[in-house]
């Protein structure tokens, strides 16, 4: 592939870092990461520019200027920024100081004459390609984009000076927030349900799967977001989570796209449906026609022999 001379990237989340680090460096000649907050984190890039510490009175927001200044002097041909709230802001925020636009959401990015970048549209049901003929371009990335490297130490740390915002946002409190703490992008099994489960007592068969294979429990948005059964970390496709295991089970699920693209990369896809025109049996490696309340039961006998 192409590569471009310098890349860069703005992450605020380890994780996110370390997937951005590792596709700079299939895109660019070097790479370099910005980074506020804990020093020790921030390796993988040939440079890291630390901007400085993370608390309630410096938050990542209070950081663009500084940003804008070293993107403007070091003129990176390509921005890589983590898809989060602050992120997407910082993409925005940068972008506008640049002159351009950002390219939002990219789950593809090409080097070809430029940057082109990819994004899914339509609730997932289709794909919109974007270039981009800015001298830096600045483009969000979805989660699961990159695969994580091993990172090496970072070769070169240059701590960034402090430039003051004109207004700066003050964050006030913090707070844990209430709910589980599930990471399905980092699950190698994922056992998901569906509305085929009539009633929250039901999931129990697929949590008992799911433990017997050493599998995380995903669902469909309407599990966690209309039967509130599951929370809304577990919820799987275009506005959940985008997994990527090494196997799916779909369980009492019909196959939307919304749904399907969050488990499009997954190695191994079985599906267990009652209905054998089911969408998802489709898009399966392994399919199962039968009413779950059967199927489980059958499954669990099995693996416990
Ligand atoms: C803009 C937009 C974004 C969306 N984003 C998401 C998203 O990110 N994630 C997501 O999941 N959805 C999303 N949706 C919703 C999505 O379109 C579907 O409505 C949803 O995924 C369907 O969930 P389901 O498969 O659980 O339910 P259903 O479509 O109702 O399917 C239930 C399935 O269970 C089967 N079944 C019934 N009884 C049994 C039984 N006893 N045993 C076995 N099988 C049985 C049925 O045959 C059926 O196929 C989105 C929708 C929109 C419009």
């Given at each position: 592939?192409?590569?471009?001379?310098?890349?860069?990237?703005?992450?605020?989340?380890?994780?996110?870092?370390?997937?951005?680090?590792?596709?700079?460096?299939?895109?660019?000649?070097?790479?370099?990461?910005v980074?506020?907050?804990?020093?020790?984190?921030?390796?993988?890039?040939?440079?890291?520019?630390?901007?400085?510490?993370?608390?309630?009175?410096?938050?990542?927001?209070?950081?663009?200027?500084?940003?804008?200044?070293?993107?403007?002097?070091?003129?990176?041909?390509?921005v890589?920024?983590?898809?989060?709230?602050?992120?997407?802001?910082?993409?925005?925020t940068?972008a506008?100081?640049?002159?351009?636009?950002?390219?939002?959401?990219?789950?593809?990015?090409?080097?070809?004459?430029?940057?082109?970048?990819?994004?899914?549209?339509?609730?997932?049901?289709?794909?919109?390609?974007?270039?981009?003929s800015?001298?830096?371009t600045?483009?969000?990335?979805?989660?699961?984009?990159?695969?994580?490297?091993?990172?090496?130490?970072?070769?070169?740390?240059?701590?960034?000076?402090?430039?003051?915002?004109?207004?700066?946002?003050?964050?006030?409190?913090?707070?844990?927030?209430?709910?589980?703490?599930?990471?399905?992008?980092?699950?190698?099994?994922?056992?998901?349900?569906?509305?085929?489960?009539?009633?929250?007592?039901?999931?129990?068969?697929?949590?008992?799967?799911?433990?017997?294979?050493?599998?995380?429990?995903?669902?469909?948005?309407?599990?966690?977001?209309?039967?509130?059964w599951?929370?809304?970390?577990?919820?799987?496709?275009?506005s959940?989570?985008?997994?990527?295991?090494?196997?799916?089970?779909?369980?009492?699920?019909?196959?939307?796209?919304?749904?399907?693209?969050?488990?499009?990369?997954?190695?191994?896809?079985?599906?267990?449906?009652?209905?054998?025109?089911?969408?998802?049996?489709?898009?399966?490696?392994?399919?199962?026609?039968?009413?779950?309340?059967?199927?489980?039961?059958?499954?669990?006998?099995?693996?416990?022999?």
């Amino acid at each position: 592939m192409n590569k471009l001379a310098k890349v860069f990237v703005i992450a605020e989340h380890m994780g996110a870092m370390q997937e951005l680090v590792s596709g700079a460096a299939q895109l660019g000649e070097s790479t370099a990461l910005v980074w506020a907050g804990d020093k020790g984190q921030a390796v993988g890039a040939d440079t890291v520019y630390y901007l400085g510490e993370l608390n309630n009175d410096r938050i990542l927001e209070h950081y663009a200027p500084s940003i804008i200044n070293l993107v403007k002097t070091e003129q990176p041909n390509l921005v890589l920024v983590e898809s989060s709230r602050k992120g997407r802001l910082m993409a925005g925020t940068l972008a506008a100081a640049l002159g351009t636009s950002v390219l939002a959401d990219a789950t593809e990015i090409i080097i070809d004459n430029g940057v082109v970048t990819k994004r899914m549209v339509y609730g997932g049901a289709a794909l919109s390609s974007e270039r981009s003929s800015a001298p830096t371009t600045v483009a969000t990335v979805s989660p699961g984009v990159f695969e994580t490297a091993a990172a090496g130490k970072a070769a070169n740390l240059v701590e960034v000076p402090f430039v003051a915002p004109a207004t700066s946002v003050k964050c006030r409190e913090r707070k844990t927030k209430a709910g589980e703490s599930v990471n399905l992008r980092a699950a190698k099994r994922i056992v998901a349900v569906g509305r085929g489960f009539t009633a929250p007592e039901e999931l129990k068969l697929a949590e008992q799967l799911a433990a017997a294979i050493g599998a995380e429990v995903g669902c469909t948005r309407p599990i966690a977001e209309e039967e509130k059964w599951m929370d809304k970390a577990r919820y799987i496709g275009v506005s959940g989570v985008m997994a990527k295991p090494e196997l799916y089970i779909g369980i009492g699920i019909s196959g939307q796209v919304q749904h399907m693209v969050g488990v499009s990369s997954a190695r191994t896809i079985v599906a267990i449906n009652s209905d054998k025109n089911a969408l998802i049996f489709k898009q399966c490696d392994y399919g199962i026609v039968g009413d779950l309340k059967n199927v489980l039961p059958a499954l669990l006998a099995q693996l416990g022999k």
